[in-house]
Structure formats: structure tokens, C-alpha cells
Nanobody, 124 residues
């Protein structure tokens, strides 16, 4: 059974940093391509970024470029989302997701498995 276990969310002031972790358990590919999404209250889930299976390629939404960095440690089956220079608009539940074989990286429907989500709250 595939499980994605997230951690690292919390409360941070504007301008601060957080690092989210996502441990991948039981996936047949062991280390699939992974995405990060977020969902704020009353809004649709939106793409944050993506990392390839070996970590050689990363893609980011325009609103996080230069602030967020996605990395992975395949020996630990873990993907990270380092978030810097956080703003109030970054407040959301953040999800990691394992990508399937079809679709594009930007749409939630392209991902087969999802973590439970971790709350990130940025305060002024």
C-alpha cells in the first residue's frame, strides 16, 4: 500500500522559512516523480512544483520561483520542499503527490497518490 507521509508544516512569520518533508512508502517505483501542491481556504488546489525521479529536473509555479526549492534524497525515499521568504499568500495546506504515467505535471489529475496534507500558516 502506497503512503505519502508529510511533515514540517507550522506557523511562521512573514519572511520566514519552513521545510516540508514527504516520505514515500510502498510505491512500486520506489522513487517516482513527485509534485507539491497547495490549497488555500476557498480556492482550488494549485501546482507548486515538481521534481523528476532522479532529481535532475525541477519545475516551479511562477509565484514560487526563487523562493521555494524542491529536492529529494532517494536513499531515504524522501522529497523536500524548502520554502523561503514566506508571505501571507503562502498560507495553505500543502500536499505532496506521486505522479502517474500520463498527463502533465501541472494538473492534480496526473498524480496517483497523495499525502494527507500539512498546514502552513504565515502570520504578519
Amino acid at each position: 500500500q502506497v503512503q505519502l507521509v508529510e511533515s514540517g508544516g507550522g506557523l511562521v512569520q512573514t519572511g520566514g522559512s519552513l521545510r516540508l518533508s514527504c516520505v514515500i512508502l510502498g510505491h512500486p517505483a520506489h522513487n517516482p516523480p513527485m509534485g507539491w501542491f497547495r490549497q488555500a481556504p476557498g480556492k482550488e488546489r494549485e501546482f507548486v512544483g515538481h521534481i523528476s525521479a532522479l532529481g535532475a529536473s525541477t519545475y516551479y509555479a511562477d509565484f514560487v520561483k526563487g523562493r521555494f526549492i524542491i529536492t529529494r534524497d532517494n536513499a531515504k525515499n524522501t522529497v523536500y520542499l524548502q520554502m523561503n521568504s514566506l508571505t501571507l499568500e503562502d498560507t495553505a495546506v500543502y500536499y505532496c503527490a506521486a505522479r502517474g504515467s500520463g498527463g502533465n505535471i501541472y494538473t492534480p489529475q496526473s498524480y496517483d497518490y497523495w499525502g494527507q496534507g500539512t498546514q502552513v500558516t504565515v502570520s504578519s
